[in-house]
């Protein structure tokens, strides 16, 4: 959002403001000031104007403006009502050059996740991907995956959901998947160029829009703001990415993995026994029959 309309919008949510004093405040014209204060009623902020100045009265449900609205972290949206896939606009951009882009939208009509699977992506979800730059070797860039999982969980517990994360990265509420995530990159072989990770939450969605074993915030506890939550998700995911040394730890909080019997599918072979623990940039440690295994990517079934 442009830094004006934010200013703008940033006055109003305090007390009614008049033009003449916006104009000021912004040092704009008076036109101006109108002009922009139109652009945010056609984006769905209720604006009123009434005889001592502007008044705020409400925000958009969801959308670009509605997320971008007191976000604390520094990400673009860039916001669609439907998309084929926000992971694909992602690469795009990241393949552009662009960094800090977080490409949002209502609904994916071309969604992929691991393996090339199909992941639907109904009207009333959040459906999410960071474009990101950072300065690491691409062995580490697990350690995102990880934060992605860790910001989602949090950020549902804040809201009333008890999610737990099933190693990697699968979010389930009762066994039951609620988000999904994709982690995509690209670089040398010392240094990531770009990394895109792809975040579905089945929000205010209905359970028969999603397969069986999945489930639905809407299901669980009813619609949630989704702008709110979004914005919370952005917030703590930089929070995170940010302090990398910070990851394990709360993953350990908020797994439900560690201390399970688990089978892990890889492409050596199945490795079963007790999950002990999660090691930087997020292999998972298995004590088997034979000893100590330490595992880096597969299918994990908690047996
Ligand atoms: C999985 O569980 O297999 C991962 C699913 C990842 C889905 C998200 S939704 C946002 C982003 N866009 C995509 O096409 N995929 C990811």
């Known amino acids: 959002m442009q830094a004006t309309r934010r200013r703008i919008l940033e006055s109003l949510s305090e007390a009614p403001v008049s033009g003449p004093t916006l104009a000021d405040e912004l040092d704009v014209s008076r036109a101006a000031v109108w002009k922009h204060i139109e652009a945010l009623r056609e984006r769905g902020f209720e604006i009123d104007s009434r005889e001592d100045g502007y008044v705020l009265l409400g925000t958009p ?31 795009e951009l990241a393949a552009a050059g662009e960094s800090n882009v977080a490409v949002l939208a209502d609904e994916q009509i071309g969604a992929r996740g691991r393996l090339d699977r199909e992941f639907s992506s109904p009207s009333g979800g959040i459906w999410i991907s960071f474009v990101c730059r950072p300065d690491l070797p691409p062995a580490q860039a697990p350690i995102y995956t990880l934060a992605a999982a860790v910001a989602t969980t949090e950020v549902l517990h804040d809201v009333g959901v008890d999610a737990g994360i099933k190693w990697p990265n ?11 995530i994709l982690t995509e990159m690209e670089g ?55 302090a990398p040394e910070s990851v394990l730890s709360a993953w350990r909080d908020t797994a439900t993995t560690l201390g399970q019997r688990v089978r892990v599918e890889t492409p050596g072979g199945d490795v079963v026994g007790e999950a002990l623990d999660i090691e930087f940039p997020g292999t998972l440690v298995v004590a088997t029959d034979d000893g100590e295994e330490r595992v880096s990517a597969g299918d994990c079934e908690h047996l």
């Open 61 to 91: 449900e969801f959308g670009g403006a509605s997320v971008e609205y007191g976000l604390d972290a520094p990400f673009d949206i860039e916001y669609h009502d439907s998309i084929g896939s926000t992971n694909d606009r992602a690469r």
């Open 170 to 180: 699968d979010v389930l509420v009762d066994g039951e998947k609620l988000v999904g």
């Open 188 to 242: 040398e072989a010392d240094r990531v160029s770009w990394i895109v990770v792809g975040i579905g939450i089945n929000a205010n969605v209905d359970a028969d829009a999603v397969p069986d074993t999945a489930t639905t915030i809407r299901e669980l506890i009813g619609d949630v703001d989704r702008a709110a939550l979004t914005r919370a998700l952005i917030e703590r995911f930089e929070e995170l990415r940010n």
